[in-house]
């Protein structure tokens, strides 16, 4: 069996620039170019796109700009291209509204993958995960899974993102920098805060 070195690259929103009139497709261009130099013999390229729907919307109806229409051309031929490299360059695109992709971008993806908020195990495994060593009891892991779950929250629960980039920063900010981390922390946080509003999708 044949083992590649790997190569991760990210592509985020900078990638739209200042506004300048033809620098987005440059920049994705120049993007692309990177990866493809990357994608030696040996070498297999992975090319996250984050925020996919802020590069590759839609081009239908008026309200998509000339230049993010120039874009999304772009970066469908940028797509095509990397066939030449004959699988040495994978691309993932990522976004939280599916539904706004140009139709031509959902035509190439060889899968697609939904990712639903974590359910009651899921979310207990992220607590339990991250507040290991500090002594948080299971009874407080069990009343934070209660609170940030969907009964508690009219029908939505938190989503991973709520969980480690806005729930245990909050509840740590309680406490530094005085004393330790504590399930009263965690609790006090949860409490206060609500998950992220579900998006509404557009058509495809």
Known sequence: MTHRE???LKLSTRVRGIGQVGQMSHLINEAFAVAAAEAGKRRLV???IDEADSLGASREGDRSHHEDKVAVNTLIQKIDDARRLGGRLLVFLSTNRSGALDPALLRRAGMRERFHRPDDAERREVFAYDT???GIT???LDELVARTGPDANDGLGFTFSDLRARLLPEAVLRAYPDRPLTGDDLLEAAAVLSPSPAL???SA
Do not use: Y
């Open 6 to 8: 790997g190569r991760l």
């Open 46 to 48: 992975f090319l996250i």
């Open 132 to 134: 290991q060593g500090l």
């Open 138 to 140: 299971g009874d407080v």
């Open 200 to 202: 509404v999708e557009s």
